[in-house]
């Protein structure tokens, strides 16, 4: 038996706090934008044999510990749903990532997504997943739905009102688009969830932020998205990722996601957003210095060939090394007239080209990642 | 007739946001160390002789328009309260700062805290100064006094109760060292009376620092200071520099002071603080990439000797060039063992050695930088 999820999300108001460690309930609603398997995604296999032994966890092709408190969580409670009496042996998932693990590009997100997308069909569990993949990795739950999704705080001390909802369809919104500047890969030094943590008991801003700053920025984003008010999403956008970072650099000691690199991102998008008259560009950045830009269809190619003579290939590399969509390549190259910041040279590894994307969907067994005779990774 | 004032100063809780701009009455009050006039300071001769025309003003040995709005509130109130019944005349102004200008320094400060003690003193105006310091530049009231000076917010609407007061002379806590670390001197790019009009008017978290967060640490602080406890004066002057600049990453557009250095720099002093088991340093950052950390006697060659080593000189410098402080560059060469990081070569730019210092004080004519006779710069 096996099946397949694949997932993965950017907030635009962000997450950041808990107000139930256990439960993984957050102190203030968050809302993301699920992008696409295809260029941002993981792929995650889930078989089941009763003479396996144990439960086993392969990630990105290196064996990790399956007995974590997170994937335990989401086990139990697959379990308790599927109303299966035994869940700790004959397990094997196989997981893989197709953008740099723990760079702050939320590959915790969709890796619990597809985890609990995967064992949920692999055992039959119907309804509402998110509340589950909450338990895994708080954002996890918005990757359960494809489009624009919010995950809404709750009040139940349980928990069971804290769970995704999707705003808007894949569908809504076509003309969206994003570019990931990959500005490093190096592991992140605070991981987000001790980083929050830290925040939540120190920070003297925080606590404002999530009750008097955030719950009209929901309001307002899902209107904006509704309305596909590029303006107003990208303003939101912007303004949450910065009071986000706010809250990291006011906490003690201070947490830094952003470098230098990431500032001259920021700084561009302000001065590409003044030369167009109007917000064209949004940046944000979750716990790492990589940055996703969102722009629509119509300024694409001028956004892209701006970043990519502003941010270029280090002197070893080309273009065709750092913009890995051909299409998108073309028609910066077709622009012409491209002078890389030489001093820039490097400082974005790469560039990624990707859209709105669809929730976790089963794949088909020839897809599986796991030999299902051995129960090893393919 | 002439007369000199010198001083400067570094806040400790930070003055960011005015309630009234032209009066320059902040949101917050703040508290300062005035740092010694004789490693960080200002010097200004301000000469007197109705056959001169107009008001003329040098700063740095270049001439600069003596008809700002700010010098010109100096001018006023200076002259409403000697009674003199025309200022606009035969006026000559000369300054020198020994420090960066505008490279986050606080030269402005120190730079109009002279101007006012220079100007009272030509014109012989009793009583306090700090009020009249103030319409120049709001923090040079704070450099009205040598030692630990706070800036009373006040209430009141004409700024009256808007004034310097001195929370501990300079020779309250004779162990308190400084060490600055110059990391540019290149001209800042967003100006700190610009920014804070920004953060007025877009941050969200602001207000609530004024109102909710500042108020209590100005109490600790005090106290801390009477105490010369230096575990809760390092804390708290470090947690006010990073959430002052959380607020200018609130600010839309975010308002960027801190860059990689400085970052650098304040891990630095995490780490040292970890190993020493208690906090012995700490650091704080104004409208620039500049740190000033505090350290106490006991610990002042162990702390400049590691700084030195982990920003050493870049490699066509010396430690000569790098810590100009004689005596203490001796002690740090005794101590031996000095490896420097080559990847941070060069990042800072030099290192002042520095103690807390008086508020201004009038010099002899000697040492006028005006010459009498032409009213010209020496």
């Not at 096996?2 to 635009?12: D, F, L």
């Not at 500005?183 to 939540?200: A, C, F, I, Q, R």
């Not at 949004?282 to 722009?295: E, H, K, Q, S």
């Not at 956004?303 to 090394?321: I, M, Q, Y």
Request: negative net charge; glycine residues 8%; hydrophobic residues 40%.
């Amino acid at each position: 038996m096996a099946r397949e999820g694949r997932g993965s999300n950017i907030a635009v108001i962000k997450y950041w706090g808990k107000r139930d460690k256990k439960k993984i309930l957050p102190i203030n609603s968050s809302l993301s934008v699920t992008l696409s398997p295809f260029d941002m995604g993981t792929c995650t296999s889930a078989a089941y044999n009763p003479s396996w032994k144990g439960v086993k966890l392969w990630l990105n092709g290196k064996e990790e510990d399956a007995n974590t408190e997170r994937i335990q969580n989401c086990l139990r409670e697959i379990q308790a749903r599927s109303g299966e009496s035994d869940m700790k042996e004959g397990i094997r998932i196989v997981s893989t990532n197709n953008f740099p693990t723990a760079a702050g590009l939320a590959s915790s997100a969709s890796g619990y997504a597809c985890l609990v997308a995967a064992l949920g069909g692999l055992f039959k569990v119907e309804g509402d997943l998110s509340v589950i993949a909450r338990q895994g990795s708080g954002s996890a739950c918005r990757s359960m739905y494809g489009g624009f999704v919010k995950w809404e705080m709750g009040k139940e001390e349980d928990g069971s009102d804290s769970i995704a909802v999707q705003v808007a369809p894949e569908t809504h919104w076509p003309s969206l688009h994003a570019l990931i500047l990959v500005v490093s890969d190096e592991k992140k030094k605070v991981s987000s969830t001790g980083g929050m943590e830290e925040s939540v008991r120190t920070s003297k801003l925080l606590a404002h932020r999530a009750q008097a700053v955030v719950p009209d920025r929901m309001v307002r984003m899902e209107q904006a998205i509704k309305d596909k008010d590029f303006a107003a999403f990208g303003k939101l956008t912007m303004e949450d990722s910065n009071q986000f970072h706010a809250t990291c650099l006011d906490t003690w000691p201070p947490i830094f996601y952003l470098n230098d690199t990431s500032r001259a991102i920021i700084q561009f998008v302000h001065a590409f957003n003044e030369e167009m008259g109007q917000i064209c560009a949004a940046y944000t950045f979750d716990a790492g210095p990589n940055a996703v830009l969102f722009v629509e269809e119509a300024n694409l190619v001028k956004l892209a060939h701006r970043v990519s003579a502003a941010f270029p290939p280090s002197k070893d590399k080309t273009l065709e090394d750092h913009l890995a969509d051909d299409e998108l390549r073309n028609k910066v190259q077709e622009v012409g007239g491209w002078e890389a910041d030489q001093d820039m040279g490097g400082r974005v590894k790469y560039i990624i080209h990707t859209k709105v994307g669809c929730g976790p969907s089963a794949l088909t067994e020839d897809e599986s990642l796991i030999d299902l005779s051995s129960g090893l990774p393919k």
